[in-house]
């Protein structure tokens, strides 16, 4: 412990204390260390949460995750809780890490799933923010041109125009419908909010008229942000995601029964320390001698008895 930097751990409130292995002690023996928790309620808060175990679809179903999406039956299609807190902590750690550099002073992070999630749970903050949007269904929609559409070859895609030069070039240019913009139910994207449906059924009319390639054309002709809704088969493919590089298909799977597999590269990309994704990740145990005997100092003969006797 004396040699590392940070710990790491998702274990629930008071596990490694009870192993002997809590922040209080381990910072006895190493003061600049940095020991980042993630658990699902926090390690500070009302017992009756900070005790209990979670998982993804707990804490998405806690902050409302469930129901903004949309999700009225069945799981969560995405780990979003999981895969946020990774990042949240590495951020977090990244902070404590440049303070002791500055201080040399350890300390404590403590990551509530809970938190990061009500944090981006934007569409329950907005009932305070927009009062039309507490009138309506979280779920639902209430951002005028905000919205998927059907295409005539049976795809959708996505546009929205949420700056006044938009809305304008898209009823002028795009919808061919100027007269939208002399319209009182649209003239002002405030009058906008309240005639959501009937904007969308006015859109449709175009994009049902047009392939998706062809409106993403149009749209993009007159500066419109949007974008193909894509299958997850089609995003595998995608041109850009290629071009930076960020579709890492050369790792052999075979051992998985796995023809081939795509993963992600880096996603953070550096001037001066490149970085890249070398391998697909270490197997079980993989690092256990490197770890035990190269840091803890224990001999491989140790390890051979450990893993006889499954420890390890």
């Not at 002073?105 to 903050?125: K, P, W």
């Not at 005639?195 to 006015?202: A, N, P, T």
């Amino acid at each position: 412990m004396e040699k590392s930097d940070v710990v790491l751990e998702n274990f629930v409130r008071g596990t490694m204390e009870k192993w002997g292995i809590g922040y209080d002690i381990l910072k006895k023996i190493n003061p600049k260390l940095i020991y980042a928790k993630i658990s699902g309620y926090g390690n500070e808060g009302l017992e009756e949460y900070t005790n209990k175990t979670a998982f993804d679809i707990i804490i998405q179903a806690e902050a409302g995750i469930l129901d903004a999406l949309g999700f009225k039956e069945g799981p969560p299609r995405l780990p979003i809780a999981d895969y946020t807190a990774g990042h949240i902590a590495a951020i977090g750690v990244s902070q404590a890490l440049y303070y002791r550099e500055k201080t040399g002073i350890g300390q404590f992070i403590d990551i509530s799933m809970h938190d990061i999630m009500f944090a981006i749970n934007i569409r329950a903050q907005a009932k305070e923010f927009i009062p039309l949007a507490s009138k309506m269904d979280v779920g639902g929609k209430f951002l005028p041109v905000y919205n998927q559409y059907n295409t005539k070859d049976s795809k959708k895609i996505v546009f929205t125009t949420l700056t006044e030069n938009q809305w304008i070039r898209l009823c002028e240019n795009v919808l061919k419908k100027p007269d939208l913009l002399k319209d009182n139910r649209f003239n002002n994207i405030i009058t906008r909010f309240s005639y959501v449906d009937e904007l969308d059924k006015i859109i449709e009319e175009w994009t049902s008229t047009v392939t998706r390639e062809e409106a993403i054309k149009q749209l993009d002709e007159f500066r419109i942000p949007c974008g193909k809704t894509l299958t997850i088969n089609e995003v595998h493919n995608h041109p850009n995601l290629r071009a930076r590089g960020m579709l890492c298909d050369q790792f052999d799977f075979a051992k998985w029964g796995v023809e081939k597999a795509t993963i992600p590269n880096r996603l953070i990309n550096f001037s001066e320390t490149k970085g890249s994704v070398n391998a697909p990740g270490p197997e079980f145990g993989a690092n256990n001698e490197e770890i035990y005997c190269g840091l803890l100092g224990y001999k491989k003969d140790d390890l051979k008895k450990w893993k006889q006797k499954k420890i390890i």
